[in-house]
């Protein structure tokens, strides 16, 4: 707009950033101090720096405007504007007269310029204008219902005289929306819970009313509204009832790797949307038992639990296992979460073996306790409840059969008729059963040791006793004592009555008499003695050292004798040493005589398997000889018949004497014998031969004398026989004899 304020021409501008439609100015009238300037006046003498006038215009958009002035070229610039507020100011003088004439001493010609206005005026020919499109709007989820969610925002397309404007929804809006005929303000009716749909697109429609009050020209514009979701619903567990955050489950230990807990019906939403609605899922508590499925969840699951680790299900361990389910978002800010307790109450199996509380016991009784004494007591724990609980002993092996055990308590007593006796048996082992109702069972061993009561008198061997003492050597009595321990068996020997009383000492342990040391000869104990005699009497009492303490004593005769005496002879000394024990003198003779029995037994075994190795006898055959000429000597064979007479005696064989040249010359004229007549032949038909053992002597001729008679088969002539064979088997080497 171009105007000029009494000769000074300035045009005022409005300025959009950005608009469809263009701003203008208000036209306030005349005399008006706002407005478009357009009939302004203003005195000269007005000061400089006085504010002048605001200019005031709009934007049918509604966007804010900016304003500025400018000035012809040739004139100058009197007034200054805000741009913001429109507030012109003063800036030089003002001269009404500045114009045609002398000035400054030249004729100078001004001009003037006017502004004409001409209005027109405007009709009905144009259409409602949208302003602001495209219209877009957003519900939230926490939005209530009657709140606004946009204005639509039209205009008479004619602006001299616009006309009235009405805004109607015409589709989409399924109810849940309303729009303000007149503001053009769209609601929402009801709440974003109950929105049934993401996005709605609505048509608005826009209707000019004449001013005779009848429609007239229309627009349509869509609307396009969104739900949007906000993140303000944490993750909710349901069970099968609605909410819940607690889920019981029973189940017995030890279940099946992997098993699934069927009885917890979990199942877990989030409300929100999208990526509100997108959560983790895991357990809180003793790891490595349970493990959770699905662990990230989008909106709604159902929960499943698995079976980890079966081992760790464990009843006598665990009664009750609590776990927290947790559920937490994932990708939103507020990390909203929420959790649910699971308890699982177990139930018992019978898992569990009866164990004792030690692998072997150990018992001390004595051994005169009486029967049904109580021994030791044996304690086996099963874990397990009820029934599989309850343990129930039993024991067996080779020591047990002199005890019994109480089945329920595990008590070890003695059978009622057991006579237990330590010097017989010392120790008793056995084992012990601890077992179920199931059969499961464990064994310890027990150990019962007898303690050893004095219960035994010392004995000696004979009451009364007869040794003989060599002067210088002690003689020993002895004791012994049956019981099975320390210090019950260990007896002490002392002399209770002698006379005289201080001829004798006696070793408290060992039982070794002695002579007193003064004593050192027959004459000097002679001395001493009333009668001069050669034995004493002495009381020997021994003790054992057990308690009460039990003693026997025993009569001792001692006879002493010096070693002159003794040395006469070996047989003397050795019959004065046995003089008071003659039944060793027997076992010594009767042991010399048996190893000499023993000596000869087996020179004549050995002598008996010799000559049976060696003196072979074939059965009688027909012998062919070949006669040597001249025949180196001559040998006379007497054959015998098979007779009831002595072996040795069925076979002769005898052989001049040889020379001591060796030659084949007779010492003697005895005439050579003749040949034995040749054995009959043997039977054609079935006989059973015999082969005969036969023993002989070979000796050389010698004059008739009456030999000695010698025992037949002794080892003696058996060694000679055999070895006469030998020789007469060498020197007729050379004769073949063909059976």
């Not at 939005?143 to 602006?159: F, N, R």
């Not at 026989?721 to 080497?733: D, G, T």
């Amino acid at each position: 707009m171009s105007l000029r304020v009494s000769g000074y021409p300035l045009l005022c501008v409005l300025f959009l950033a950005q608009a469809n439609f263009a701003p203008h100015f208000f036209d306030n009238g005349v005399g008006s101090t706002n407005g478009n300037m357009a009939l302004f006046s203003l005195p000269e003498d007005t000061p400089v720096g006085s504010h002048v006038y605001t200019l005031n215009g709009t934007d049918p958009e509604g966007n804010p405007v900016s304003y500025h002035i400018s000035f012809d070229p040739s004139a100058r610039s009197v007034f200054s504007v805000d741009p913001n507020f429109g507030t012109i100011t003063l800036v030089e003088e003002l001269d009404r007269e500045d114009g045609g004439g002398r000035l400054r001493g030249a004729d100078v010609v001004f001009s003037a310029t006017a502004t004409v206005t001409v209005n027109v005026e405007d009709v009905q020919d144009m259409a409602p204008v949208f302003v602001g499109t495209p219209y877009y709007g957003y519900v939230y989820e926490d939005t209530l219902p009657g709140s606004e969610v946009l204005t639509v925002v039209a205009m008479d397309g004619d602006q001299g005289k616009p006309n009235r404007i009405l805004y109607s929804l015409m589709n989409g809006s399924d109810g849940a929306f309303e729009i303000n005929e007149t503001s053009g303000a769209i609601y929402v009716m009801q709440s974003p819970a109950q929105l049934r749909r993401d996005v709605y697109e609505l048509h608005v429609q826009v209707t000019e009313v004449s001013s005779a009050g009848t429609p007239a020209a229309q627009a349509m514009v869509p609307v396009t509204i969104r739900i949007v979701d906000l993140n303000n619903h944490p993750p909710t567990f349901y069970g099968e009832s609605g909410p819940q955050n607690r889920f019981e489950l029973s189940m017995y230990e030890h279940p099946p790797q992997g098993e699934i807990l069927r009885g917890l019906k979990i199942t877990v939403n989030d409300s929100d949307q999208g990526a509100n609605a997108k959560f983790n899922l895991r357990l809180v508590g003793p790891g490595g038992i349970f493990r959770v499925v699905p662990q990230t969840v989008l909106n709604e699951a159902q929960v499943t639990i698995i079976v980890e680790n079966s081992a760790a299900i464990d009843f006598e361990k665990f009664k009750v296992l609590t776990f927290k389910l947790l559920a937490i978002e994932v990708n939103t800010p507020e990390k909203f979460s929420s959790t649910a307790d699971v308890v699982i109450q177990l139930l018992d199996t019978n898992d569990n073996v009866p164990k004792f509380t030690s692998h072997y016991y150990v018992a001390r009784i004595p051994e005169n306790a009486p029967g049904g004494s109580n021994v030791v007591a044996v304690t086996a724990v099963d874990p397990d409840t009820g029934p599989w609980g309850e343990v129930k002993y039993s024991i067996y092996g080779s020591g047990a059969d002199y005890f019994l055990i109480h089945s329920s308590s595990g008590m070890i007593y003695t059978q009622p008729w057991a006579s237990l006796d330590a010097e017989a048996t010392t120790r008793y082992n056995f084992y012990v059963k601890a077992e179920d109702m199931e059969g499961k069972y464990s064994l310890a061993e027990v150990f019962v040791t007898l303690l050893d009561v004095n219960d035994h008198y010392p004995q000696f061997g004979k009451r009364v006793q007869e040794k003989t003492m060599v002067l210088g050597t002690p003689v020993k009595i002895e004791a012994t004592d049956q019981d099975a321990e320390e210090p019950n068996n260990l007896v002490d020997y002392s002399i209770t009555h002698a006379e005289p009383a201080n001829v004798f000492d006696i070793d408290a342990h060992t039982g070794e008499i002695r002579l007193k040391n003064s004593i050192r000869s027959l004459d000097a104990l002679h001395n001493i003695t009333p009668n001069g005699d050669r034995t004493w009497s002495l009381e020997v009492q021994a003790k054992d050292r057990g308690s009460p303490s039990f003693s026997t004593t025993a009569l001792l005769r001692i006879d002493i004798v010096d070693t002159e005496m003794q040395s006469r002879s070996p047989m003397a000394a050795f019959l004065m040493q046995t003089k008071d024990n003659p039944m060793k003198a027997v076992g010594v003779l009767a042991g010399i005589m048996a190893i000499i029995v023993a000596i000869t037994v087996l020179i004549s075994t050995a002598s008996f398997w010799r000559n049976k190795k060696s003196n072979k006898v074939l059965p009688v055959r027909r012998v062919l000889r070949k006669r040597p000429s001249p025949a180196p000597r001559t040998v006379r064979i007497k054959w015998l018949k098979f007779g009831r007479t002595k072996a040795a005696d069925k076979f002769v064989l005898r052989e001049d004497r040889p020379n001591e040249n060796c030659n084949n010359n007779s010492l003697g004229s005895t005439p050579p014998p003749t040949a034995p007549a040749p054995p009959p032949p043997p039977s054609m038909g079935p006989a059973h031969w015999t082969v005969p053992t036969v023993s002989g002597s070979l000796a050389p001729r010698q004059p008739p004398r009456s030999p000695k008679p010698k025992a037949v088969g002794s080892p003696v002539q058996s060694a000679l026989v055999s070895e006469l064979r030998q020789k007469f088997e060498k020197k007729n080497v050379h004769n073949k004899a063909y059976f």
